[in-house]
């Protein structure tokens, strides 16, 4: 049995709503094999004094080598990457490697409010890992911060920051309007020619732990099937809207997407 193979290099998220953990289930849901290597394992709490563990190169490089031989992926997707020299040991491999459809998400910033990319790798992410990506997927604050500009506050904003980050080597831009107020869930896929929006329903809830990496995740997927990107984001869209509108709360502050919701929905 033949089945698309994806590959999540990124960090864990303990409390299992983001990161490798949130990319692992929605490669699950959306029927691909998944496999994961992790880049740092994130586990912020009260109790002890580090929540940030970043792994050693050769841990990484050991992880991304054995997907490749064992398995060998068609898509793969970076998240969390922190490090300079992380950014530029995967960026390397990534390079070599037989896998031609890449998803970039420039994970910076957690919804708890956790660093996830330290200030001086910002240019090395720039420079190194943006060329080589199929699809680059920033929200509006990751975007003002590669271009160090404000952020947008407009779909015509959006595309002009679409615009501006699609000089800087991706295929195509997805720019995540999540956060935009007074205008629906708008995002925006610029391919350097053509400007698509994409547009769903502001869902009123705290609760998006994961949302821009089962996003990213989601493209992947679809990426891996076979399909085009426009075809993969609108798909993807479909799914984070259903894990967003069932949202998991816990009652202990911001709850996570559901994703198991996409598939139940169409169950009914």
Do not use: W
């Not at 952020?151 to 699609?166: C, I, N, T, V």
């Not at 967003?244 to 009914?268: M, P, V």
Request: proline share 4%.
């Amino acid at each position: 049995m033949s089945i698309p193979r994806t590959l999540t290099i990124a960090g864990s998220a303990a409390q299992g709503s983001a990161g490798i953990q949130a990319d692992l289930k929605t490669f699950q849901e959306l029927d691909v094999y998944g496999m994961s290597a992790i880049t740092a394992i994130v586990a912020n709490n009260s109790t002890t004094e580090q929540g940030m563990f970043t792994q050693p190169l050769e841990a990484i490089e050991a992880q991304i080598y054995a997907s490749m031989e064992h398995v060998g992926p068609n898509a793969l997707k970076t998240g969390m990457l922190f490090t300079e020299p992380i950014i530029k040991r995967i960026s390397e491999l990534i390079a070599v490697s037989s896998v031609k459809k890449i998803v970039v998400d420039p994970v910076m910033i957690g919804k708890m409010g956790s660093q996830l990319l330290q200030d001086e790798a910002i240019q090395t992410l720039i420079e190194h890992l943006l060329p080589l990506a199929t699809i680059i997927t920033p929200n509006l604050q990751e975007a003002a911060r590669i271009l160090d500009e404000p952020a947008p506050r407009s779909p015509e904003d959006m595309e002009e920051a679409a615009r501006k980050l699609y000089k800087l080597g991706p295929n195509y831009v997805l720019l995540k309007g999540g956060s935009l107020t007074n205008h629906s869930a708008v995002d925006i896929l610029y391919d350097g020619d053509t400007m698509r929006r994409y547009e769903s329903e502001r869902i009123d809830t705290i609760h998006t732990s994961g949302a821009g990496c089962t996003y990213s995740a989601a493209i992947t997927a679809e990426l891996a099937k076979g399909r085009t990107v426009e075809s993969a984001v609108q798909i993807a869209k479909s799914y984070v809207t259903s894990a967003i509108r069932d949202a998991l709360s816990f009652n202990r502050g911001i709850g996570s997407t559901n994703h198991a919701a996409y598939r139940k929905n169409e169950q009914r």
